[in-house]
């Protein structure tokens, strides 16, 4: 008979967990394939709730650790009749036997990333691990490796679900070398996030940004439904590394913002192309949107049409009709719908004061600083909206173009890397528009002339799909839309996991990020901006410290 | 411990044995241990039934209580009744010990014929229950009505051997639980209960 001490031996029931790795085990792969997902039946003692659709999990292959991404969360049991015949759940015997046992949760994922065991090296999924491999929740180690560290490569944009001390970050060269969105139904965060991309970017000196603020939020102060209220734009943090120009001084100055200029278009920089673009905004015919052209040959060449044509009383008309080959009625209606933009828009000018305000911004855009344009007044006006990004963006194109053909391949000729932020962005990029305005152009093929945008939107399926197709990276707040959620997973590979996530975001500070600039799909909870700690992670020093540090700085270098 | 009683008849999978004290035996249930002397092995078992028979199966016995109080009063009236019956316990076959090593499988060989049992003690069921590998076969071997009886005797009897040197009873019984649950797939009604009977 062996002796039998029961306080020294312990009984295999009565052992803890103790690794860190035993801590994060959730279960062994029972099921699955590459296509479906994989299976994991979670181990006896945890519970469905200790997981979440949009959490990380590692399994441990033979040859290869796998990343997935957990897309449903499922209950099970061995026997039918544990469903049609429910036990006395009373019984606390009863209720922790058949957990685990006879009934079992399963939590359904998507492998999204290899990692092979030689070479360290990470590769997207081609095969999946065997049966019983072990699943553990991936550690923050695991995630920060996957997303990299901080340098000036990568920018912070918050923390996987349930793991707030781990960074996600994005790879910038990736984020900015092609287009990107943020997507998401209003109220959802999406200026918020598009703050932190903003504000990211800036900080890294990254790239150059033209950021069309259709809402005024954020050149010098922008709202935020968190407890902040009001948080700083990005010419407050960055200083003299942004631009601010306004459409409607009267509106920047009641609002206390100072701006380094005012937009005036003078009506001799409005080109015929600017008018054509406002086909659908200004509702104007074939025939109309023609005439511009053949207008621009009869009344003095590029800069003189628009003055000349809108000056023009009822006789005028009749013999430039005559002259033209052009209909009357037809270009009777089309000096009235020019009027009408001419009224509308207070910043179109005969003369514009101060020179040509255009020209303005794209030199500061070349000498590297960031321009945010603010709407003011005519934030809900589409007519300003799409004039203005239209003719900006197509001197943009033209200038940027030009330079780095010239530059023929020297990278310190060519202009810097320019992101175009654009908001409201199914106004620009609809199917009937994106084939005749400038930005369905930059979307397409402008990631050559080193110009690509950042569309932010509340309906994606309103983009034009050929557009949307083109984006890297897609930042995804909630969206409950099925049309939108489909038109955002649209070719992108495990569409039908990512989609359970995406529809099951929380409304507030949660993004589901993926794409180009991203090694996996990633749910995020967004960073903070708007308390005094977040500005400083962004680089901001406040100014008594300026001080302070001056002061100091010049007590080193000069003694007392 | 004094042995309780001897092998009356043996097979691989179960045993009788005789007690030597009428209406005397181990319990349901209980641990019960007997030697194989030619393997040099202790046989494991479980008390799955106890029968108290008249020794001539011919002759049934007949009441003898009208005047008597209490069944002492009818022994100390008639003390010969006592000689004329025996008792007995079936007992299921769940292992064997060889050296210091316990195997949760049937024995090579069973048990002698009149090998001397005894009641395993605590601390034996402590040691014997550690690996809950005999649950099979107790469930399968003994396969009659009152399966679920015997088996729910010995895990409580094993659960209160494992707690005592500390709160494990239902941790024990939980774990017991959850290797019964496959071992009884498609038997919801079965497995329930069995552990209704294990409060």
Same mark, same amino acid.
């Given at each position: 008979?062996?002796?039998?001490?029961?306080?020294?031996?312990?009984?295999?029931?009565?052992?803890?967990?103790?690794?860190?790795?035993?801590?994060?085990?959730?279960?062994?792969?029972?099921?699955?394939?590459?296509?479906?997902?994989?299976?994991?039946?979670?181990?006896?003692?945890?519970?469905?709730?200790?997981?979440?659709?949009?959490?990380?999990?590692?399994?441990?292959?033979?040859?290869?650790?796998?990343?997935?991404?957990?897309?449903?969360?499922?209950?099970?049991?061995?026997?039918?009749?544990?469903?049609?015949?429910?036990?006395?759940?009373?019984?606390?015997?009863?209720?922790?036997?058949?957990?685990?046992?006879?009934?079992?949760?399963?939590?359904?994922?998507?492998?999204?990333?290899?990692?092979?065991?030689?070479?360290?090296?990470?590769?997207?999924?081609?095969?999946?691990?065997?049966?019983?491999?072990?699943?553990?929740?991936?550690?923050?180690? !695991?995630?920060?490796?996957?997303?990299?560290?901080?340098?000036?490569?990568?920018l912070w944009i918050g923390s996987?679900?349930?793991?707030?001390?781990?960074?996600i970050r994005l790879?910038i060269?990736?984020l900015i070398?092609?287009s990107s969105g943020v997507f998401g139904k209003t109220g959802t965060g999406k200026t918020y996030l598009t703050r932190i991309l903003m504000a990211g970017i800036l900080q890294k000196r990254s790239a150059v940004q033209l950021i069309f603020d259709m809402h005024n939020e954020y050149g010098w102060r922008g709202t935020s439904e968190g407890q902040w209220g009001q948080v700083k734009g990005l010419k407050q943090l960055y200083g003299s590394q942004v631009a601010v120009f306004t459409l409607d001084e009267a509106s920047s100055r009641a609002r206390g913002v100072s701006t380094d200029g005012v937009v005036?278009?003078?009506?001799?920089?409005?080109?015929?192309?600017?008018?054509?673009?406002?086909? !659908?905004?200004?509702?104007?015919?074939?025939?109309?949107?023609?005439?511009?052209?053949?207008?621009?040959?009869?009344?003095?060449?590029?800069?003189?049409?628009?003055?000349?044509?809108?000056?023009?009383?009822?006789?005028?008309?009749?013999?430039?009709?005559?002259?033209?080959?052009?209909?009357?009625?037809?270009?009777?209606?089309?000096?009235?719908?020019?009027?009408?933009?001419?009224?509308?828009?207070?910043f179109?000018?005969?003369?514009?004061?101060?020179?040509?305000a255009?020209?303005?911004i794209?030199?500061y855009l070349?000498?590297e600083k960031t321009v945010v344009l603010e709407f003011g007044k005519y934030k809900d006006n589409p007519?300003a909206q799409v004039?203005v990004a239209?003719?900006l963006s197509?001197?943009?194109?033209?200038?940027?173009?030009?330079?780095?053909?010239?530059?023929?391949?020297?990278?310190?000729?060519?202009?810097?890397?320019l992101i175009i932020t654009l908001e409201e962005a199914h106004k620009f990029?609809?199917?009937?528009?994106?084939?005749?305005?400038?930005?369905?152009?930059?979307?397409?093929?402008?990631?050559?002339?080193?110009?690509t945008l950042l569309v932010v939107d509340q309906r994606p399926?309103?983009?034009?799909?050929?557009?949307?197709?083109?984006?890297?990276t897609k930042v995804c707040c909630l969206l409950?839309?099925?049309?939108?959620?489909?038109?955002?997973?649209?070719?992108?590979?495990?569409?039908? !996991?990512?989609?359970?996530?995406?529809?099951?975001l929380e409304s507030k500070q949660q993004a589901?990020i993926?794409?180009?600039?991203?090694?996996?799909?990633?749910?995020v909870r967004t960073r903070d901006y708007g308390s005094p700690d977040s500005y400083k992670e962004f680089g901001f020093v406040e100014e008594s410290e300026q001080?302070?540090?001056?002061?100091?700085?010049?007590?080193?270098?000069?003694?007392? | 411990?004094?042995?309780?009683?001897?092998?009356?008849?043996?097979?691989?999978?179960?045993?009788?044995?005789?007690?030597?004290?009428?209406?005397?035996?181990?319990?349901?249930?209980?641990?019960?241990?007997?030697?194989?002397?030619?393997?040099?092995?202790?046989?494991?078992?479980?008390?799955?039934?106890?029968?108290?028979?008249?020794?001539?199966?011919?002759?049934?016995?007949?009441?003898?209580?009208?005047?008597?109080?209490?069944?002492?009063?009818?022994? %100390?009236?008639?003390?010969?009744?006592?000689?004329?019956?025996?008792?007995?316990?079936?007992?299921?076959?769940?292992?064997?010990?060889?050296?210091?090593?316990?195997?949760?499988?049937?024995?090579?060989?069973?048990?002698?014929?009149?090998?001397?049992?005894?009641?395993?003690?605590?601390?034996?069921?402590?040691?014997?229950?550690?690996?809950?590998?005999?649950?099979?076969?107790?469930?399968?071997?003994?396969?009659?009505?009152?399966?679920?009886?015997?088996?729910?005797?010995?895990?409580?009897?094993?659960?209160?051997?494992?707690?005592?040197?500390?709160?494990?009873?239902?941790?024990?019984?939980?774990?017991?639980?959850?290797?019964?649950?496959?071992?009884?797939?498609?038997?919801?009604?079965?497995?329930?209960?069995?552990?209704? %009977?294990?409060?």
């Amino acid at each position: 008979m062996t002796s039998f001490d029961s306080n020294a031996q312990k009984l295999p029931w009565e052992e803890e967990a103790s690794t860190d790795s035993e801590d994060r085990a959730l279960g062994m792969v029972v099921d699955g394939s590459l296509s479906r997902g994989l299976d994991i039946k979670l181990d006896t003692d945890r519970s469905t709730e200790d997981v979440k659709v949009g959490q990380y999990i590692t399994v441990q292959g033979e040859q290869a650790r796998f990343y997935c991404l957990v897309s449903d969360i499922l209950l099970k049991t061995t026997d039918t009749a544990l469903t049609s015949m429910p036990p006395d759940m009373s019984d606390p015997l009863v209720a922790q036997v058949l957990r685990g046992t006879g009934t079992y949760g399963v939590v359904h994922v998507a492998p999204t990333l290899t990692q092979r065991v030689a070479g360290n090296t990470y590769e997207p999924v081609k095969t999946i691990p065997g049966h019983y491999a072990p699943a553990f929740r991936a550690s923050k180690e !695991e995630i920060e490796a996957i997303f990299g560290g901080e340098d000036a490569q990568h920018l912070w944009i918050g923390s996987p679900l349930d793991m707030e001390d781990t960074r996600i970050r994005l790879e910038i060269p990736k984020l900015i070398e092609r287009s990107s969105g943020v997507f998401g139904k209003t109220g959802t965060g999406k200026t918020y996030l598009t703050r932190i991309l903003m504000a990211g970017i800036l900080q890294k000196r990254s790239a150059v940004q033209l950021i069309f603020d259709m809402h005024n939020e954020y050149g010098w102060r922008g709202t935020s439904e968190g407890q902040w209220g009001q948080v700083k734009g990005l010419k407050q943090l960055y200083g003299s590394q942004v631009a601010v120009f306004t459409l409607d001084e009267a509106s920047s100055r009641a609002r206390g913002v100072s701006t380094d200029g005012v937009v005036q278009i003078g009506y001799d920089e409005l080109e015929p192309e600017d008018i054509a673009d406002l086909r !659908e905004t200004l509702d104007l015919s074939e025939v109309q949107a023609q005439a511009v052209y053949v207008l621009e040959k009869n009344l003095g060449g590029r800069s003189h049409w628009f003055g000349a044509f809108i000056e023009k009383d009822a006789e005028g008309l009749k013999d430039l009709a005559a002259q033209t080959n052009l209909h009357g009625g037809a270009l009777e209606a089309l000096q009235r719908r020019l009027k009408y933009l001419t009224d509308r828009l207070g910043f179109l000018t005969p003369q514009a004061n101060g020179g040509n305000a255009a020209g303005q911004i794209l030199d500061y855009l070349q000498r590297e600083k960031t321009v945010v344009l603010e709407f003011g007044k005519y934030k809900d006006n589409p007519l300003a909206q799409v004039l203005v990004a239209n003719m900006l963006s197509r001197r943009i194109y033209d200038r940027w173009a030009g330079l780095v053909d010239r530059a023929l391949g020297d990278k310190a000729q060519e202009p810097p890397q320019l992101i175009i932020t654009l908001e409201e962005a199914h106004k620009f990029l609809n199917s009937r528009m994106a084939g005749q305005t400038i930005f369905g152009t930059i979307a397409r093929e402008m990631r050559k002339y080193k110009v690509t945008l950042l569309v932010v939107d509340q309906r994606p399926s309103a983009i034009d799909p050929e557009v949307l197709s083109q984006i890297g990276t897609k930042v995804c707040c909630l969206l409950d839309d099925d049309n939108d959620i489909r038109a955002i997973l649209s070719g992108a590979s495990g569409a039908n !996991e990512l989609r359970g996530v995406l529809a099951r975001l929380e409304s507030k500070q949660q993004a589901l990020i993926f794409g180009h600039a991203v090694p996996m799909p990633v749910v995020v909870r967004t960073r903070d901006y708007g308390s005094p700690d977040s500005y400083k992670e962004f680089g901001f020093v406040e100014e008594s410290e300026q001080r302070q540090q001056a002061e100091r700085n010049r007590q080193e270098l000069f003694g007392r | 411990m004094a042995h309780i009683g001897e092998v009356i008849e043996s097979s691989t999978e179960r045993f009788v044995a005789q007690s030597y004290e009428v209406n005397s035996a181990p319990p349901l249930g209980s641990l019960v241990r007997a030697q194989q002397e030619g393997e040099g092995i202790t046989i494991y078992g479980v008390v799955t039934n106890i029968e108290t028979t008249p020794l001539d199966p011919s002759r049934r016995p007949v009441a003898r209580g009208r005047d008597a109080a209490s069944l002492a009063d009818i022994i %100390k009236e008639h003390p010969q009744l006592m000689e004329l019956f025996r008792t007995s316990f079936d007992v299921a076959v769940v292992g064997h010990q060889r050296g210091e090593q316990v195997y949760q499988h049937l024995p090579p060989l069973p048990p002698e014929v009149h090998q001397l049992v005894f009641q395993c003690s605590a601390d034996e069921v402590a040691t014997f229950s550690h690996d809950l590998g005999f649950l099979p076969l107790l469930l399968t071997q003994h396969g009659g009505p009152g399966t679920e009886e015997v088996l729910a005797a010995f895990l409580r009897r094993a659960a209160d051997a494992q707690a005592a040197g500390g709160d494990g009873r239902q941790a024990f019984l939980v774990q017991a639980g959850k290797r019964l649950v496959p071992l009884l797939r498609g038997e919801s009604v079965r497995l329930a209960t069995i552990l209704a %009977k294990l409060r």
